[in-house]
């Protein structure tokens, strides 16, 4: 890519600037004039097509050598493009996916473009803090015993938070009951480049591994990988996700993003000096904060749940409720006040992320931390998450659902009808509610009671939630009888 942006080249093929500073001074202004020389399109010689191997394979195939896989793919709109490619695939192989209840919306998405059938395994929730961790072998096992026709396992390690699920214990289950492991990894993407940090899913067993390289492996924003494990079911997957990736992958891919991953490659392959200083500076944040006695670790007590092996050192969750202030106001003054921008806020707790590499200025973060004021009693109560009522019925496959006639009604008309949306209450994130399943009076009772605690509700109409979508009645009466 280097040597074609600086080539002498009289560029009259695309991207519009041509690569071109000067004739375009904006895109230079605000980026810079090498963006646009690197800004390289697909079908370029010495890139991407000749010699044999080209250097975009090469880097491919570097990055299955790194993370261990059999062959890795680049991505250039996220984890949610893996997700949608691995479940294409899962749809090949069956009708139902068994799938982590906290899954992320793109398999939920995913579902809705395979036509898939979905079986759900729960992971533990945290009510306290408003997470939640991973699943069990135990759990995993019912659930596949519980749908013999399942095409897959899809499970989610590392979570949000940073708490590690058994992948090995996970992989041996799924594949003795003759399934693929699918694991969205998306928070992982530097595990096992350094001893401190955990193994990864493809080193314990996983077919399929969703990698958001960008999050902490330190790619461009929306690169992704897809890693294809070397397990039992490779040489039936591969060909799956080649012709799945001509459906989803764009034809006009960012030279710039699939560069930015090889390069996060190379830091990461060889940056474990720089790795170790990170998890140094996570440390010694933590070491800080229980010092000084106002808040708490929220990962000390992680390896307490059963579904919990490991917890990513990268990531720093900071219990804020028991220092008398919700996460989600602690947020918001840090980013007004302090110019702090946490990943995620719930309203008991903050987790900090800290990039393969990176090293932030702990004094300040510490300092800052402490100087939020109490606003609450130190035991948190206030602040405590509501507890996650259990889904409704399943009417309707996610497919049918969203693809349904719909009409919009209010909360309490809402009740026992069946939503053509996924609802998510932030904080916790996770779904609870998907098309084709239907909206309880105790779901519609927990979401207006986020919405009292500072949170919101990821598909209903409106920020205030006074209604839902839902599939209409006479619709929804055809399809239940039909099935």
Same mark, same amino acid.
């Given at each position: 890519?280097?040597?074609?942006?600086? @080539?002498?080249?009289?560029?009259?093929?695309?991207?519009?600037?041509?690569g071109d500073p000067k004739r375009h001074p904006l895109l230079a202004e605000w980026f810079g004039d090498r963006v646009l020389e690197l800004d390289v399109p697909p079908l370029i010689e010495g890139v991407d097509i000749t010699p044999d191997p080209t250097p975009i394979t090469q880097a491919q195939a570097l990055a299955a050598h790194a993370w261990g896989a059999a062959r890795?793919? +680049?991505?250039?709109? @996220? @984890? =949610?493009? #893996?997700?949608?490619?691995?479940?294409?695939?899962a749809r090949q192989l069956g009708e139902t996916l068994v799938v982590q209840r906290s899954v992320h919306s793109s398999v939920v998405d995913a579902l809705v473009l395979a036509g898939l059938h979905s079986a759900f395994v729960h992971? =533990?929730?945290?009510? %306290? !803090? @408003?997470? &939640?961790h991973g699943v069990t072998a135990a759990d995993l096992s019912a659930a596949l015993d519980a749908n013999p026709d399942a095409a897959a396992a899809h499970l989610i390690t590392p979570s949000y938070f940073g708490s590690v699920s058994d992948v090995a214990a996970l992989a041996e289950v799924a594949h003795d009951h003759g399934v693929p492991l699918i694991v969205d990894e998306a928070w992982g993407a530097h595990f096992g480049f350094h001893? &401190?940090?955990p193994a990864n899913a493809l080193s314990k067993g996983a077919d399929l591994v969703c990698s958001s390289t960008h999050k902490l492996g330190g790619s461009l924003t929306q690169?992704?990988?897809?890693? !294809?494990? #070397?397990?039992?079911?490779?040489?039936? !997957?591969?060909?799956m996700v080649v012709r799945g990736l001509h459906t989803v992958q764009s034809t006009s891919t960012s030279g710039i993003l699939l560069a930015s991953l090889d390069l996060a490659r190379r830091q990461l392959a060889t940056g474990q000096a720089g790795i170790g200083e990170s998890v140094v500076v996570a440390d010694e944040i933590r070491a800080r904060i229980r010092a000084r006695g106002r808040f708490r670790i &929220? =990962?000390?007590?992680f390896l307490e749940f059963p579904d919990v092996v490991a917890v990513d050192p990268l990531r720093v969750a900071i219990d804020t409720s028991a220092g008398g202030i919700s996460g989600v106001r602690a947020s918001k003054l840090l980013i007004n006040e302090h110019k702090i921008h946490v990943e995620v806020a719930t309203g008991a707790a903050i987790v900090m992320v800290i990039g393969a590499g990176s090293a932030p200025d702990v004094d300040r973060i510490v300092d800052a931390l402490h #100087? !939020?004021?109490?606003?609450?009693?130190?035991?948190?109560?206030? %602040?405590? #998450?509501?507890?996650?009522?259990?889904?409704?019925? =399943?009417?309707m496959t996610v497919r049918q659902a969203? +693809?349904?006639?719909?009409?919009?009604?209010?909360v309490e008309a809402a009740v026992g009808r069946v939503s053509a949306d996924t609802l998510a209450a932030y904080p916790p994130g996770i779904p609870n509610v998907l098309p084709g399943e239907v909206i309880t009076a105790e779901l519609v009772d927990f979401f207006r009671g986020t919405t009292a605690h500072g949170g919101y509700v990821r598909g209903a109409v409106d920020r205030a939630v006074t209604g839902f979508r839902v599939v209409s009645d006479q619709h929804s009466d055809q399809i239940w009888k039909e099935s």
């Open positions: 890519m280097r040597a074609y942006g600086e @080539g002498p080249w009289i560029r009259v093929h695309v991207p519009g600037h041509m890795t793919w +680049f991505l250039t709109n @996220g @984890g =949610s493009q #893996a997700n949608h490619l691995a479940v294409m695939c992971p =533990s929730v945290d009510d %306290h !803090l @408003g997470i &939640a001893p &401190a940090l690169s992704a990988m897809l890693h !294809l494990g #070397a397990g039992p079911f490779a040489k039936q !997957l591969e060909p &929220a =990962s000390d007590d #100087a !939020l004021p109490e606003e609450g009693d130190s035991t948190g109560a206030e %602040h405590t #998450a509501l507890k996650v009522p259990p889904p409704g019925e =399943s009417r969203f +693809f349904s006639p719909v009409e919009v009604v209010g």
